[in-house]
């Protein structure tokens, strides 16, 4: 009501809308301006709302959402371990497709291989999306490129001059330091894949980074100036996961978003070590294959295929690349 209308609108209108008293209208914008609105109120003209909320909240959200089937139910929680313990938990639990969990802050942010996500207040992107794809467990590995893609295309949306990449498998860097990571987490049997939870953290109105992550991470506003609204910046990346996760279930592999992905790929052509279960592959990236893997062609000239990994950058060609 206070969003529809420009000026004061007073208590006793309020309530009588509402058909609560004014004392009970005077508790929940109590707990509107804890949730970070911005309410100036007067005993004589009553309230009024001077900013929003730049926080998640499912109310913020809706009016961006172009997306129908992703952001139908959004959770948001003002503190969590994890929003993608959650979202599993509630995939496990039977919840549909679409539901998204979101929080202002996490004490135990999942990275891979049990990393953690440093999840500080106020300030990020912390989601997670349950999806139900109808897929043979071995595209699994394609959805964090995916996910990739549709991130990288809202982030341009907000920012368009923001020079940002797509490291294979998993991150979105601007200058070599990380400003998105994604988490794809999924259950089901060897032939079928029950749900899978996207997890997306993204680093947007911090002015600096915290001890650990200075030198490695950056934020939207130390790229691009000023501060983003992240109710409208969530709402774009499901718009545009949803776009993406349509065309690429109707496909068999990743071929709609590969001329995407190719154009901003940080890894094309460069020479990599990449850390997997199987031991440590070196050689000079060859491609991205629309199956999601990576392609390297070790300096014998074979080229080994890797559906998941660490890579870091290396500064020299390795022997017969020179
Ligand atoms: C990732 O792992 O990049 C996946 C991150 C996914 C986080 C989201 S937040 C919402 C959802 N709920 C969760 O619990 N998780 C997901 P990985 O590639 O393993 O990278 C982890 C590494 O990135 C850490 O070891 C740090 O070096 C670095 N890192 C941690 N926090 C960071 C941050 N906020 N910004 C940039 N880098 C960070």
């Known amino acids: 009501m206070l969003k529809d209308r420009p000026g004061y609108l007073s208590g006793e209108a309020i309530g009588g809308e509402l058909s609560i008293s004014r004392s009970a209208v005077w508790k929940h914008v109590g707990k509107l301006k804890e949730s970070g609105y911005t309410i100036t109120s007067s005993t004589q003209l009553g309230y009024k709302l001077l900013r929003p909320a730049n926080a998640p909240l499912e109310m913020e959200v809706a009016p961006y959402l172009d997306a ?12 969590i371990d994890s929003t993608n ?78 020079p940002a990449v797509i490291k294979w498998p998993n991150d979105i860097l601007v200058g070599g330091k990380k400003l998105a990571g994604i988490l794809c987490e999924t259950g089901g049997e060897t032939d079928r894949v029950h749900y899978a939870v996207v997890g997306i953290g993204i680093n947007v109105n911090g002015k600096s980074m915290p001890r650990s992550l200075r030198g490695t991470a950056t934020s939207l506003r130390l790229e691009c100036g000023g501060e983003y609204f992240r109710p409208h910046l969530l709402a774009d990346v499901l718009n545009r996961l949803e776009e993406e996760y349509r065309r690429w279930r109707a496909g068999e592999d990743l071929r709609s978003v ?61 022997r017969g690349h020179r």
Request: hydrophobic share 40%; aromatic share 4%.
């Open 68 to 79: 129908r089937v992703l952001g139908r139910r959004i959770d948001f929680h003002d503190v």
């Open 258 to 318: 590969m001329p995407y992905l190719e154009s901003c790929s940080a890894l094309q052509g460069r020479t990599v070590a990449v850390a997997t279960p199987g031991g440590e592959v070196r050689g000079r990236v060859a491609a991205i294959s629309p199956r999601g893997e990576l392609e390297i062609e070790t300096s014998d000239g074979v080229v080994q295929r890797l559906s998941g990994g660490d890579v870091s950058l290396r500064p020299f060609p390795p």
């Open 85 to 162: 313990r959650e979202a599993v938990d509630l995939a496990r639990g039977g919840a549909d497709e679409g539901v998204v969990i979101v929080a202002d802050r996490q004490t135990a942010g999942r990275g891979r291989l049990r990393r953690t996500w440093v999840s500080p207040p106020g300030k990020n992107l912390y989601f997670s999306v349950i999806l139900r794809p109808d897929i043979a467990p071995a595209r699994v590995p394609q959805l964090a490129l995916l996910t990739a893609v549709a991130v990288h295309r809202a982030l341009a949306g907000h920012c368009p001059t923001l």
